[in-house]
């Protein structure tokens, strides 16, 4: 076998080291938003099930994940889940792109900057990967903030006592309309709040993990690898990421649901994240700040896992062709 055979077989366990330089920019690019656009088809209904959860009013009927499916199949058929598809399905094209570029930049970045401390390989990958998730996010809520404003109303719209619009145009309009470009960003700071160190606990648990779980199987960063078939690394990939969704989304649900209720509330309400907090509280308790953690953790299992089974598949091809 020779060096370059060899080099391929390994690098499904320390891809995280790549090159950002030696990679076909256009094709990851365009692999990437069309592998991220098929996972978000797959996975859609899920967000609007955990959007719907989050905004239900004390009094609504539907409060189980059950409960919504069954509403919006009776209501509207299969279209019903995916209410809000196209705003999200077009605007995170952008904020993708100017993620994984300011992921795997930083990246890079963060373990030549590490190197010198001379800390363990599990270390090295949790604190690098950790910092570039959290980097990335925050770059990405520019494009984000504004498609989740957008499409998180026409998730619920007629639910609860919410609005109905007639598309994504008008969400738009009605919002400028009430509170200026501002009212896009409603929600702003929550969502780097909510989703920076999400994902830098995402990323961190992603890297760190993946090393456990390879020590654990007998393979530490000097093993030989070649022999590895493609399901071994599936499986210690798909378990890191499911491990890093657990891990992030009983921290960040909580914000989550704050951020949610603040960018679907009616405008004309200005509520703050002290009445939502107590609103919450007052109609469940402090669970209340947990609602859909279910869904949420759900949805960043089956994403996260697709995902980076995708990302990793993509980096693997280009990096190595």
């Keep these: 076998m020779d060096d370059d055979t060899t080099r391929r077989n390994r690098q499904p366990v320390a891809r995280t080291e790549i090159n950002w330089d030696k990679l076909d920019i256009t094709k ?36 189980s994940a059950f409960s919504v499916i069954k509403g919006l199949l009776k209501r509207d058929g299969i279209p019903g889940l995916y209410k809000g598809f196209g705003t999200v399905a077009i605007g995170t094209i952008p904020a993708r792109i100017l993620f ?3 992921l795997e930049t930083t990246k890079v970045a963060a373990f030549k900057m590490i190197e010198p401390l001379r800390l ?28 989740d404003v957008v499409s998180q109303r026409l998730m619920v719209q007629g639910y609860s006592g919410h609005a109905t619009y007639s598309g994504s145009l008008d969400v738009v309009r009605k919002i400028i309309n009430t509170d200026g470009i501002r009212g896009l960003y409603r929600g702003f700071g929550l969502s780097v709040m909510t989703y920076s160190p999400s994902n830098a606990v995402w990323w961190a648990s992603y890297g760190s993990s993946q090393r456990m779980i390879w020590r654990l ?27 890093a969704a657990a891990t992030a989304s009983c921290i960040s649900t909580p914000l989550d649901t704050i951020k949610t209720r603040l960018q679907v509330i009616g405008h004309e309400k200005k509520p703050t994240i002290k009445h939502v907090v107590r609103n919450l509280i007052a109609e469940d308790g ?36």
């Design 28 to 63: 990851f690019y365009v692999l990437g938003a069309g592998m991220f656009t098929g996972v978000t088809v797959m996975l859609y209904p899920i967000a609007v099930v955990k959007t719907r959860l989050q905004v239900a009013s004390h009094d609504a009927g539907e409060r």
């Design 100 to 102: 994984l570029t300011a």
């Design 120 to 147: 363990s390989q599990t270390t090295q990958a949790a604190l690098a990967n950790g910092v570039a998730g959290m980097i990335a996010a925050t770059c990405s809520q520019a494009v984000f903030v504004p498609v």
């Design 217 to 243: 199987l007998g393979y530490g960063i000097e093993s030989d690898k070649t022999a590895l078939n493609e399901s071994k690394i599936l499986l210690v990939q798909a378990s890191g990421g499911i491990f």
């Design 286 to 321: 402090w669970t209340g700040l947990y609602r859909g953690l279910g869904a949420r953790f759900f949805s960043m299992s089956a994403w996260g896992t697709s995902m980076i089974l995708s990302y990793e598949y993509i980096i693997c091809r280009l990096y190595y062709p």
